[in-house]
């Protein structure tokens, strides 16, 4: 029976992204962005489950791809989509012979998002010197740089939070940054703990206590420093991978 419990996870972060995109498409990104975190934490106690009970299965793994492709590249994408579609007053059937720039990026721009997180976890599949670090930014990441820009907005007072949010070219340009990131063969690392000594886990120590401290002091306002933290700290302490 507890061979069935870290799919069972899983399928919780799967639901939780399908959740997410019903609120997004309805247009309520704040409670999609909720539903997103929890699909965040589903992810994390899949795997922590299966390692503990020891219940790997290739089953799961194809499981584990699947739901993050829903949870961290299309819920995150959908989202973007109703912030462009917001700025733009661009809908889907607009386009065609009287399509617009501004319908065009409206649908292209997540679309991107969503193909390159597929094209992200495909690659991490079949690539095994990422199982302790990653190359490339870590869908989850991607996810988190979306939804805490929703959170940013709706739970703080920062006025430069809505004039980004007010931007098409500003909300692209990360959309298309953090599609990239997701790509690229840059080393970054991951959260996996193997022991508490320090001078091996220097950076993700470094990492927590800058986001607990962030969050303390900024508030919610503070979660929009967080992707830029982990992509600092995985320059400074580049993290060992297998060739």
């Keep these: 029976?507890?061979?069935?419990?870290?799919?069972?996870i899983t399928s919780l972060n799967l639901a939780s992204g399908f959740i997410a995109i019903v609120y997004a498409v309805n247009g309520d990104p704040?409670?999609?962005s909720w539903f997103i975190l929890a699909a965040m934490v589903f992810d994390f106690f899949d795997g922590f489950s299966a390692r503990l009970l020891k219940a790997f299965s290739p089953i799961g793994g194809e499981l584990d791809s699947l739901a993050d492709v829903v949870s961290f590249?299309?819920?995150?994408a959908v989202v973007i989509y109703t912030i462009l579609s917001s700025i733009t007053g661009a809908k889907v059937f607009s386009?065609?012979?009287t399509a617009t720039l501004g319908s065009i990026?409206?649908?292209a721009v997540p679309a991107i998002m969503a193909i390159f997180t597929a094209l992200r976890l495909a690659k991490f599949n079949i690539d095994d010197s990422q199982k302790e670090s990653f190359k490339g930014l870590a869908s989850p990441a991607s996810a988190m740089a979306v939804?805490?820009?929703i959170l940013a907005q709706r739970y703080s007072d920062y006025k430069f939070v809505d004039l980004f949010m007010g931007s098409l070219w500003a909300v692209s340009l990360l959309s298309i940054c953090l599609s990239l990131l997701m790509v690229c063969g840059i080393p970054m690392i991951s959260l996996k703990f193997h022991n508490l000594r320090f001078k091996e886990n220097a950076g993700r120590f470094i990492l927590i206590?800058?986001?607990?401290a962030d969050l303390a002091i900024l508030g919610m306002g503070g979660a929009l420093l967080i992707i830029p933290f982990y992509?600092?700290?995985s320059l400074i302490f580049p993290p060992k991978t297998i060739q």
């Design 147 to 149: 939804i805490t820009l």
């Design 1 to 8: 029976m507890t061979k069935h419990i870290p799919n069972f």
């Design 231 to 233: 992509l600092i700290i």
């Design 30 to 32: 704040t409670t999609a």
């Design 209 to 212: 206590f800058l986001v607990i």
């Design 95 to 97: 386009l065609g012979l």
């Design 73 to 76: 590249g299309v819920a995150p």
């Design 105 to 107: 990026i409206t649908l």
